[in-house]
């Protein structure tokens, strides 16, 4: 493994807010961020990195119950619906054969086991949203009017590069509190035989979703994750978009002042849009499978208007 760069001091965590700071540098109107590294020459190189026509889900089945509130309207005949006779067409009335079903849904997707999208307006620091704006933008009722997930309304597609650091350390999976450094993803680059380049996607496997898998859902805060010293080197690689197979941060981060650096100056300074909690094993084995760790990656949020993200189903295509 390559020799680990120096771990970052608190001081050096807090002065990230500024060295990496993309405030100003696509307009002080910005609110997409480092999804500005998605150009139309990206995405035409995402799609030339489909060799093999084979998708796979990088997301977690929303579990009911527990994560999410769900009421559901089965109506096995039409016509016996209350006030069916006074719906303006006959066919609720008269037609005996047709039925449905209708839901209504119900969930907090920011946590540690939905996969979900974070936008910039998700967290604050020192009361400021990504580039430069207030947190007072954010209305209790209307929600956000800035840097909301309706930022990235066209979808994300991009290139994805899978970074798996269990394997490069030979385990099944990292234990909690571990952290991953930029060593370990320059030599996950280097046994996987890929780069991460400008305008990709970064996603990391620490191995919690087979652990996952095998024990379920942990309810600690300790986890696995990016150390923040992997901060300097996603912002020179210039990557788009980061993911995990956890909610991102190592924890204890190991700074006393600083809970989750790398949600802070990811979305605050950077303005890097954030996958949590994402399940990364299917996509893991087939890259194994086809020798490829590079794929096309499609994250389309729900235009969900003024929130700090979306519940999404990540879709990599080898």
């Known amino acids: 493994m390559a020799a680990e760069r120096r771990v970052p001091t608190q001081d050096d965590v807090l002065g990230y807010f500024e060295t990496l700071s993309n405030w100003g540098r696509w307009g002080e109107e910005d ?56 719906m303006p067409s006959p066919v609720f009335a008269n037609d005996r054969r047709w039925g449905f079903s209708s839901e209504r ?45 309706t930022a990235a309304a066209d979808g994300i597609v991009t290139r994805g590069v899978l970074l798996d650091v269990a394997a490069v350390r030979g385990v099944p999976w990292l234990e909690p509190g571990e952290a991953v450094h930029p060593g ?41 994750g990016w150390h923040a010293s992997c901060l300097p080197w996603l912002h020179e690689r210039e990557a788009a978009l980061i993911g995990a197979d956890t909610p991102q941060d190592v924890q204890p981060s190991g700074y006393d002042d600083v809970l989750m650096p790398v949600h802070a100056v990811s979305l605050v300074a950077m303005g890097l849009w954030l996958l949590d909690n994402c399940d990364l094993e299917a996509c893991a084995a087939t890259a194994a499978e086809l020798g490829q760790w590079d794929f096309q990656l499609a994250v389309a949020p729900v235009r969900f208007a003024g929130t700090s993200g979306s519940p999404v189903n990540p879709i990599a295509t080898f």
């Not at 979703?209 to 986890?223: L, V």
């Open 105 to 149: 849904l119900g969930l907090t997707f920011h946590g540690n086991t939905v996969t979900h999208l974070d936008s910039p307006c998700h967290l604050f620091w020192d009361g400021l949203m990504y580039n430069g704006r207030p947190h007072a933008l954010v209305d209790p009722e209307k929600g956000s009017a800035w840097a909301a997930v």
């Open 31 to 86: 609110e997409r961020g480092t999804l500005n590294h998605v150009t139309d020459e990206v995405r035409l190189a995402a799609a030339r990195a489909v060799r093999h026509g084979r998708s796979v889900s990088c997301a977690w089945e929303v579990a009911v119950p527990g994560e999410m509130e769900r009421s559901t309207m089965s109506c096995p005949c039409a016509a016996d619906m209350p006030g069916a006779e006074n």
């Open 184 to 224: 370990d993803l320059e030599e996950a680059e280097r046994r996987q035989g890929v780069r991460v380049r400008s305008g990709d996607a970064v996603l990391l496997r620490t191995g919690h979703g087979r652990a996952r898998h095998e024990a379920g859902a942990s309810g600690g805060f300790t986890q696995a």
